[in-house]
């Protein structure tokens, strides 16, 4: 069965529209753990432009289930995240520029300042995951750095402009997904997965987790968020692979 991580930061992200305390991020997190998440993700940006500093204890101290920080390999946020031990760090590119993280971060180039963040990260017994695409030198290169998972980035195949760009996407998912396990990863998905095109990923054998995060949020606005999350739970579980 594959786990459901739900990504809060789209609640953050109203809320610092208008640069006041409501939707407040932390009661999402607990909405979605009612509504059977088994994740909570969120992403602390050096920009704060949605989670904020205020919210990262509080997430600590409320989501009863996996807790995974998603961050770049930042100094400050490195440190951040070594002092609040939340259960998984996702390393993952970050751009002042970008509306949301766009593309998988390069382990291979960066090899040295990932290591480094994975050597602090595994000291304070913290899971370590990277957020890179399905390409085999980043899949073997994670492995080799000692992360315990990786998250493939699903973006081509989701932003696919047609059957023949999206059925390429998902092979490189399958291929990808079985060099992970075969390198002895855990292997997570995610990026700009929604009601509509979920399937066929979920129906991909050897995926243990998916990482959503708006689709979620937007569906929430109108059944609201603990019956958004139950539905994208029932299609993860009719979807997923018969063992």
Not at 179 to 200: F, I, P, Q, S
Request: with cysteine.
């Amino acid at each position: 069965m594959s786990g459901l991580g739900v990504n809060i930061d789209h609640v953050a992200t109203v809320r610092q529209a208008r640069r006041t305390d409501e939707p407040d991020p932390v009661w999402a997190a607990v909405e979605a753990q009612l509504g059977g998440a088994t994740c909570i993700t969120f992403h602390l940006r050096e920009d704060r432009r949605h989670i904020t500093d205020r919210d990262v204890p509080l997430l600590k101290g409320v989501v009863s289930t996996k807790l995974n920080m998603e961050m770049a390999i930042a100094p400050q946020i490195v440190a951040i995240a070594r002092k609040t031990r939340p259960t998984q760090c996702t390393l993952v590119p970050e751009k002042r520029e970008e509306v949301t993280t766009e593309g998988g971060l390069d382990v291979v180039r960066l090899a040295d300042r990932v290591g480094s963040a994975v050597e602090q990260f595994k000291d304070q017994g913290i899971i370590c995951s990277a957020f890179i695409e399905p390409l085999p030198e980043q899949i073997e290169t994670s492995a080799k750095l000692g992360f315990d998972a990786v998250e493939l980035w699903t973006g081509a195949y989701a932003n696919a402009g047609d059957e023949q760009q999206r059925q390429k996407g998902l092979e490189e998912l399958v291929a990808g997904v079985r060099l992970g396990r075969n390198c002895g990863l855990e292997v997570h998905g995610g990026h700009g997965l929604t009601y509509r095109n979920v399937a066929a990923v979920a129906a991909i054998e050897g995926f243990g987790e998916f990482n959503i995060g708006h689709s979620i949020i937007a569906r929430a606005v109108f059944v609201g968020l603990r019956q958004a999350v139950r539905e994208m739970l029932d299609i993860l579980n009719q979807c997923r692979p018969k063992e």
